[in-house]
């Protein structure tokens, strides 16, 4: 499309958004992972590929963690509240206070969450999928049981390994317009 001659645009620059912390879910996390009879509750989010148990280490499929965390009431009042997850591989639904809050699938990983959120006491839980990978990388590591079925050979047991899981840092912030 080509435009001759003067138009009705005003040229205006769209305000950048400042994010504020709020609260910091760095510790607390306790992590269970679908179709497999463990859990964890590590001291810090990391990758499952660095895990020293090779169940997790391994892991394939969907883990849910879930934290509590209190919100004072003061912090409701800033407007737009977001539930920045910091990095995750590779997809995530979340639940707020056992409502949905939005899946996150791409960066940045944030969900509107001020609706959800309530003074005092809430309860987030994270269910991240992982790709099928590490799994695979896994079934070809010497002594090994395949657990995934291919129609032929994948990956070599000294392949990389991906990063996988919530990684964070997990935050609550607020969103805010910036003023020129």
Same mark, same amino acid.
């Given at each position: 499309?080509?435009?001759?001659?003067?138009?009705?645009?005003?040229?205006?620059?769209?305000?950048?958004?400042?994010?504020?912390?709020?609260?910091? +879910?760095?510790?607390?996390?306790?992590?269970?992972?679908?179709?497999?009879?463990?859990?964890?509750?590590?001291?810090?989010?990391?990758?499952? &590929?660095?895990?020293?148990?090779?169940?997790?280490?391994?892991?394939?499929?969907?883990?849910?963690?879930?934290?509590?965390?209190?919100?004072?009431?003061?912090?409701?009042?800033?407007?737009? +509240?977001?539930?920045?997850?910091?990095?995750?591989?590779?997809?995530?639904?979340?639940?707020?206070?056992?409502?949905?809050?939005?899946?996150?699938?791409?960066?940045?990983?944030? +969900?509107?969450?001020?609706?959800?959120?309530?003074?005092?006491?809430?309860?987030?839980?994270?269910?991240?999928?992982?790709?099928?990978?590490?799994? +695979?990388?896994?079934?070809?590591?010497?002594?090994?049981?395949?657990?995934?079925?291919?129609?032929?050979?994948?990956?070599?047991?000294?392949?990389?390994?991906?990063?996988?899981?919530?990684?964070?840092?997990?935050?609550?912030?607020?969103?805010?317009?910036?003023? &020129?």
């Amino acid at each position: 499309m080509v435009l001759r001659g003067a138009t009705a645009a005003s040229g205006e620059v769209a305000t950048p958004v400042q994010f504020t912390s709020l609260a910091e +879910l760095s510790s607390g996390w306790h992590v269970a992972f679908d179709a497999a009879p463990y859990e964890a509750a590590p001291s810090a989010l990391r990758s499952w &590929h660095e895990s020293t148990n090779p169940e997790i280490r391994y892991f394939s499929g969907t883990a849910t963690y879930s934290n509590h965390f209190e919100v004072p009431a003061t912090a409701l009042e800033h407007g737009r +509240l977001l539930l920045d997850l910091g990095e995750v591989h590779e997809v995530a639904s979340v639940a707020l206070n056992g409502r949905p809050a939005g899946i996150a699938w791409k960066p940045p990983y944030r +969900l509107d969450v001020g609706k959800l959120l309530v003074p005092g006491g809430n309860v987030v839980e994270v269910t991240v999928a992982n790709l099928w990978v590490n799994r +695979l990388i896994g079934d070809a590591q010497p002594g090994s049981t395949a657990r995934a079925f291919t129609t032929g050979p994948t990956y070599r047991a000294d392949a990389p390994l991906k990063r996988s899981g919530l990684i964070g840092p997990v935050r609550l912030v607020a969103a805010t317009r910036a003023e &020129h």
